[in-house]
């Protein structure tokens, strides 16, 4: 009897472990999960923050802004049922200041107009500006996607931040082809304005009463005209040049025997 109540004990204590090792293992792997998705709302946080934050480089609407503002929100909710004290507290901050900010932009309708916006001069917020539109392009198709955004907006947006990438890549080429100018890499301008002109086309030809387009069109036929005409009088200097050489070439080259 003693016996049997012994082997009674030590099973009951195995299965006690065993269950005990089971709820710690679905602790640990809760609190793995909480982490990771913490982790994953902070990643949302701080890219839609840093998106935010350089909106002011360039011409966006107020729509784009709004939709940056509810993917912030939504990440400061989730992160606030992911977190205890302290850090739950500044959470629940953030969402409150978040909140009134988005109360005092409803309603509001500012879409500025994509003519003003101009190239940074500065080679590193040239970069922040095509990071940065490349990112928002990302959100604002992965919040259509979610049904967050009306399929207006989505297409109006969209096709603003597309204009916005032709103009920055426009602007590029025809900067560089004119610092390759000023090297005397006559090839290498001529190459990039034609690809300016060809994008300039393109683009006219979807938006033909866009003032830009006219305007950056008569920059690079300018442009062009200036490489042409500096190639053509660095010519005759070359052939000058290679001429002196052969007569050079003649007049000290083995006299032949006759």
């Given at each position: 009897m ?6 009674l ?20 792997k809760?609190?793995?999960?909480r ?20 909106t002011?480089?360039m ?19 989730n ?17 409150l ?10 309603g509001?309708?500012?879409v ?10 500065n080679?590193k917020?040239?970069l922040?500006?095509?990071q940065?539109?490349k ?22 947006e ?7 990438q ?9 900067s ?8 005397k ?10 690809k300016?002109l ?29 490489i042409?005409g ?29």
């Amino acid at each position: 009897m003693i016996f049997t109540l012994v082997l009674l004990s030590i099973g009951a204590l195995l299965l006690l472990v065993i269950v005990i090792n089971v709820i710690q293992q679905q602790k640990e792997k809760a609190e793995a999960e909480r982490r990771m998705e913490l982790a994953r709302q902070r990643a949302i946080l701080d890219e839609t923050e840093g998106v935010l934050s350089n909106t002011g480089m360039m011409p966006c609407s107020s729509y784009i802004v709004m939709i940056l503002y509810r993917r912030i929100q939504e990440a400061l909710s989730n992160a606030v049922n992911l977190t205890v004290p302290p850090q739950k507290n500044d959470y629940q901050r953030r969402l409150l200041d978040l909140q009134a900010q988005i109360e005092t932009l409803q309603g509001t309708s500012n879409v500025p107009p994509i003519e003003s916006f101009r190239l940074p001069d500065n080679d590193k917020q040239v970069l922040v500006v095509v990071q940065t539109l490349k990112k928002l392009k990302a959100i604002l198709r992965a919040e259509h996607n979610k049904g967050k955004v009306d399929p207006t907006v989505f297409a109006e947006e969209e096709n603003r931040i597309d204009s916005l990438q032709l103009r920055i890549n426009v602007d590029s080429m025809i900067s560089r082809a004119r610092a390759a100018c000023f090297m005397k890499q006559y090839g290498s301008a001529k190459q990039m304005v034609s690809k300016a002109l060809a994008t300039l086309h393109a683009i006219k030809a979807q938006t033909p009463n866009d003032p830009f387009i006219g305007r950056k069109v008569d920059e690079a036929k300018q442009l062009l005209d200036e490489i042409m005409g500096a190639q053509k009088m660095s010519e005759p200097a070359g052939r000058q040049k290679r001429s002196e050489e052969d007569d050079l070439d003649m007049l000290f080259q083995p006299k032949k025997k006759w």
